[in-house]
């Protein structure tokens, strides 16, 4: 193409320079003629849609008389055309519009509200603009329709990244779908991104390229504007209402248009970055195709620890719109004490009324967003959008019980039995981890035929009538009855503070608990099972020693006892080197207990154990759960496996895990309350005593600082025999900057 010629033959100018310029559906070239004006040239391939180009043209002529900022006009061509063909190409000739970038220029406060003031001046001007060919575009870039691009998402390479462009049309779907007939439309500009925008003298001065311009809603315009400005500001939603404020005194939002504004720049991120991984594999070497892409997933990445309902209040406050109350927590609180009985606690002197979490998040009703460190039920994190689409797609399909035949609880069991050693082959599925618990005392019972249980002093196996005498947590506990009967205890094995300490303290632990059970054992009892946790998550986090189990269920062996490993709330990766906290401790159980995390929260739990259990359990009398292996359940716990393989998040609980316990020991020096740190993965506990000579558990230090802790929006527990062991347990997509968060909250707290 000789882009000389072509200029003097169409338009009769001398051209002493030309550049080319990147674009996403024409090739354009900056031009400087002779006489020292610059242009814009745009060539478009000789199949585009006329009728479009011709639009934007009048688009742009419209804008001219009525807006008072600077735009491009097209020039009209010696054949006083505006579109003209040259060979393979349509050609339009525009001015240039001079300025700096937004995106090159200081976002002050001032210069956000001069592009506030710009963008609803533009739409004040584009109100009355109406052209047929512009409303029957159906552009991927109109956030009317941000659903064409989810298909792209499979383009979004890494998985970690891909969650959270899936979470965003989850939101999309369950916030703005079903209030889209309810937005004003009209003809915008639909691009007012920073590239697009230009500066002079610290104002917003003009505006370019409106190959974009659509029908649609006009929230969609301050949505896109608002996404480009939130870049690489430490608030962004500050910066955004700051920019609704000046745009609202010209051209007046609505309340429901700013209360979907978060989920609206939501799907302007993850368009955009959808639609830059499928240019990019399509044309890898144009690097105005992911410009903005790197700012774009920062955004993403910050967005998703934003309370929406704290964007949705700070932008009706911009607007000076008036917000719905916040229900009373205290009278939520009331009613729940009127209904329900006060067995049931709630964490935290005072309580947190939750309204929604993502990931490592969660979000309570006054806006705030709190960093996660306590649940491990949402093992992949909080409403992971694999998990929720599973679930949804087969609510929606069939849910049933177990006594009809359906390949998702086989394709389940396949997948989840091939986690374990070949022995453990058979599998029951249930809806609670105490469920399990007494089911697995059960099996047990049923094939030695006998009934005393030995348990860990401090474990917790359930809450059912069985999984309450198995737990000394709960019957030596406030409340409790002490042992039954049939029920012995070993001691806890805690090589930090208790009976035994030091180097050999494991191996003198095992050989106690070896006494106990031959003393027992000698004095006529007979053993049917032995329960307990690799680490003893009640008991403080402990886990036991490495050569504690081996030793102890090889005695028990001797005396054709059942073995079984409470993985309930370790296994799944948990632990980061092992899959299953039994694979730590190098010992095969003859059952284990699976639940919490097995569904990411939804009620799924289940027992595994050998053929031969199983066969001796199959007497006649029939097992049936109406809920357990039903094929929502199934179908929430086969995503929680995809997706701990796709996002490779036992290597991220083993790498994150790693890193908080060198970075809490790395505190411990510098704070003697700090007696231990112990745990594996994303399973931790911090011992907390009142000084590291006597080891004596500061209960009193333990609260203060959980609810310091709290305070500084970070969710952790306390548990142990004191109460004094910080518990942390959380999602398995926990990260560094999250570690560094806490360990500073920590050493702030600790220092005053």
């Known amino acids: 193409m000789n882009i000389v010629q072509l200029l003097l033959e169409l338009y009769g100018l001398n051209v002493t320079d030309f550049k080319k310029m990147e674009g996403y559906d024409s090739t354009n070239y900056s031009i400087i003629s002779s006489d020292n004006q610059k242009y814009v040239l745009k060539l478009h391939d000789s199949n585009s849609d006329s009728s479009f180009i011709e639009a934007e043209n009048q688009m742009l002529l419209w804008t001219a008389e009525r807006f008072e900022y600077e735009s491009s006009v097209p020039h009209l061509s010696k054949k006083n055309k505006i579109l003209n063909d040259f060979g393979e190409y349509k050609c339009r000739l525009l001015s240039f519009v001079e300025g700096d970038f937004l995106a090159n220029t200081t976002k002050t406060k001032k210069l956000i509200s001069s592009f506030g003031e710009f963008v609803a001046k533009l739409d004040m001007a584009l109100k009355d603009f109406n052209h047929l060919a512009i409303k029957a575009l159906e552009s991927k870039w109109d956030l009317r329709h941000a659903l064409k691009s989810q298909k792209h998402s499979t383009e979004v390479i890494d998985p970690s990244k891909r969650k959270l462009v899936d979470y965003f049309y989850l939101q999309h779907n369950e916030k703005v779908l079903p209030n889209i007939y309810n937005l004003r439309k009209q003809i915008i500009h639909g691009d007012a991104n920073d590239w697009n925008v230009l500066v002079k003298n610290g104002k917003v001065s003009g505006i370019i390229d409106f190959g974009d311009a659509c029908h649609s809603h006009l929230i969609n315009e301050v949505a896109i504007a608002s996404t480009y400005i939130a870049f690489d500001q430490s608030d962004p939603v500050e910066t955004i209402a700051n920019f609704i404020n000046a745009y609202h005194k010209i051209n007046p939002l609505e309340k429901l248009e700013l209360e979907l504004l978060y989920y609206l720049i939501a799907n302007r991120l993850i368009v955009s970055v959808c639609n830059s991984a499928y240019s990019r594999r399509l044309n890898p070497e144009n690097e105005y195709i992911s410009i903005s892409e790197k700012g774009a997933w ?105 006594r009809y035949l359906y390949t998702i609880m086989n394709d389940y069991a396949e997948q989840l039995l091939a986690k374990f050693p070949a022995k453990l082959n058979k599998l029951f599925l249930v809806n609670s981890g105490s469920a399990a618990s007494d089911l697995a005392i059960r099996l047990a019972n049923n094939f030695t035929g006998k009934k005393d249980i030995v348990v860990m002093d ?295």
Request: aromatic share 10%; charged share 20%.
């Open 458 to 752: 401090h474990g917790y196996h359930g809450n059912t009538r069985m999984g309450i005498d198995i737990s000394a947590y709960k019957f030596d506990g406030k409340g409790g009855k002490g042992a039954r009967t049939n029920i012995h205890k070993l001691p806890l094995p805690n090589v930090y503070n208790g009976k035994f300490t030091g180097e050999n303290a494991g191996t003198l632990f095992a050989d106690e608990a070896v006494k106990i059970i031959q003393q027992k054992n000698s004095e006529g009892t007979e053993f049917s099972a032995f329960i307990a946790e690799p680490i003893v998550g009640c008991g403080g986090q402990v886990p036991l020693p490495p050569d504690y189990l081996q030793k102890v269920f090889a005695e028990f062996r001797k005396l054709n006892t059942i073995c079984i490993a409470d993985e309930v709330q370790i296994g799944f990766g948990r632990l980061g080197s092992h899959f299953w906290g039994f694979e730590m401790l190098k010992v095969v159980p003859d059952i284990v207990i699976i639940g919490k995390p097995m569904g990411n929260a939804h009620p799924i739990a289940g027992v595994v154990t050998t053929t031969e259990i199983s066969d001796a359990f199959a007497n006649g009398m029939e097992f049936f759960s109406s809920f357990g292996g039903n094929p929502v359940s199934c179908a929430a716990a086969k995503a929680v496996l995809d997706t701990l393989e796709e996002e490779q998040l036992q290597s991220q609980a083993l790498e994150t895990g790693n890193y908080f316990i060198s970075e809490l020991k790395k505190l411990q020096k510098s704070f003697s309350c700090i007696g231990d740190v112990r745990g594996s993965g994303l399973f931790l506990g911090i011992d907390i005593v009142q000084d590291k000579f006597s080891k004596e558990a500061d209960t009193k230090l333990a609260k203060h600082l959980k609810n310091a802790l709290k305070e500084k929006y970070i969710l952790v527990s306390t548990d142990g025999p004191f109460d004094n062991v910080i518990k942390t347990k959380p999602p398995l997509c926990f990260n560094i900057k999250n570690v560094d968060l806490i360990v500073e909250s920590i050493h702030q707290i600790l220092k005053r």
């Open 298 to 402: 920062e955004t993403i990445e910050k967005w998703i620890s934003i309370n929406p309902i704290k964007a949705k209040n700070t932008f009706l406050d911009a607007a000076e719109i008036h917000k719905n109350k916040t229900p009373n927590t205290s009278k939520i609180l009331q009613k729940r004490n009127r209904f329900f009985s006060k067995a049931m606690s709630v964490s935290y002197q005072e309580p947190i009324q939750m309204t929604g979490a993502a990931f490592q998040y969660m979000y309570d009703a006054d806006g705030n967003t709190y960093l996660d460190a306590y649940n491990n039920i949402p093992l992949v994190g909080h409403s992971h959008p694999k998990v929720v689409n599973a679930i949804q797609k087969q609510a929606a399909q069939l849910n049933t019980n177990t």
